[in-house]
């Protein structure tokens, strides 16, 4: 209870001669000293699980948990694919699974709380180590029957010609949501050609978004995963950095398990052998 915590708290207090928190009407908030003393609990607290992860690996005690992050398409789609294959081979172990954009991801693994995040990037964070780095590439996805196909050239599925923003300035079109990465870059796009988008819609899942150009509704935008060669869409790149890395991350010198690692080599040769045959 609160009460309890609270009296915990005074006691330490009183060990240590310093005050940790401020108190105040809504709650608590730590001093400078907290704040010191916070860190370094965190710091020993890794120091134990990071321990407990070794000895267990040396035992060759294949129990435990795994928690690893992806976001909701692309990466739940590589997941999907290779969580039977792990289950199979390690099945004391659990994977503890968070569905999240990777605007959240970096978060969870400086706090330690995901072992790998499967995300997209733009610079590499000195905090953490990069696996199996590949790329994708954002696309304008063009229903077939929309007059901008014509420009496709009956080459996009090879080639993904690049398309001028300027033809969009009129056109509605479909984007996904506002706190994703893919946005992040579209807006980039278009701000680099002095243009705002025409927003038709905003779909959060890639999935609908991919349905609804396929039904011919608007011009929509999604990365390369998501093309489909024998749908009634033509692709089309678009002028600017449009490129994203791609790559599992982990803790920069973090220990992985046997366990940990055989994960990490399946997800990334999945990641490679998608990106392989888009490319």
Not at 107 to 127: K, P, V
Not at 161 to 180: F, Y
């Amino acid at each position: 209870t609160q009460s309890a915590l609270n009296r915990q708290l005074l006691k330490l207090e009183q060990e240590l001669e310093v005050e940790l928190f401020h108190r105040h009407p809504h709650g608590v908030t730590p001093t400078y000293a907290g704040r010191i003393y916070l860190d370094n609990a965190r710091k020993i607290l890794e120091i134990k699980n990071e321990t407990y992860k070794i000895l267990q690996d040396i035992s060759d005690n294949q129990r435990g948990e795994i928690s690893v992050a992806f976001s909701p398409f692309s990466g739940m789609q590589i997941f999907t694919k290779i969580y039977p294959v792990f289950h199979k081979q390690y099945p004391q172990i659990e994977i503890k699974l968070h569905e999240i954009y990777a605007v959240g991801m970096p978060e969870l693994l400086e706090s330690r709380q995901i072992a790998f995040a499967m995300m997209s990037y733009t610079e590499e964070d000195s905090r953490f180590d990069y696996h199996y780095v590949t790329q994708d590439t954002l696309l304008a996805a063009v229903p077939i029957t929309h007059p901008l196909a014509r420009f496709a050239n009956n080459c996009s599925s090879d080639e993904y010609p690049i398309l001028d923003l300027h033809l969009l300035e009129n056109e509605p079109v479909l984007m996904p949501q506002r706190n994703t990465h893919l946005r992040r870059m579209l807006e980039e796009e278009f701000a680099a050609v002095g243009l705002k988008p025409r927003i038709l819609l905003e779909i959060s899942s890639v999935d609908n978004l991919v349905r609804m150009v396929e039904e011919q509704v608007a011009v929509g935008f999604h990365n390369a995963f998501f093309a489909h060669r024998d749908a009634p869409v033509v692709y089309f790149r678009l002028p600017g950095r449009s490129t994203r890395n791609l790559a599992i991350l982990t803790y920069k010198g973090a220990y992985l398990t046997r366990a940990e690692l055989s994960f990490l080599q399946l997800c990334g040769e999945e990641m490679q052998r998608i990106f392989t045959c888009l490319y």
